[in-house]
């Protein structure tokens, strides 16, 4: 077992536990959200943020394992 095996399953854990924390993560702002829009529908906008910011920490991190995996050979 080499080191670039190691870093591997390392890259590959990080992308799996940040998947699993983004979905939580949007499903709880999701929820909030679509309580928020029920009260005032013109906040709209600012809870899809909080939506985003979920879902963007994912795509961020799998596009750093991307990087890993395939650039570094």
Known sequence: ????????????LAALFAGCGSAIGVGVAGQAAAGVTSEDPSKFGKVLLLQLL???YLYIVYAYAYYIFFTNR
């Open 54 to 56: 979920c879902g963007l």
């Open 1 to 12: 077992m080499n080191g670039v095996y190691i870093a591997m399953v390392g890259a590959a």
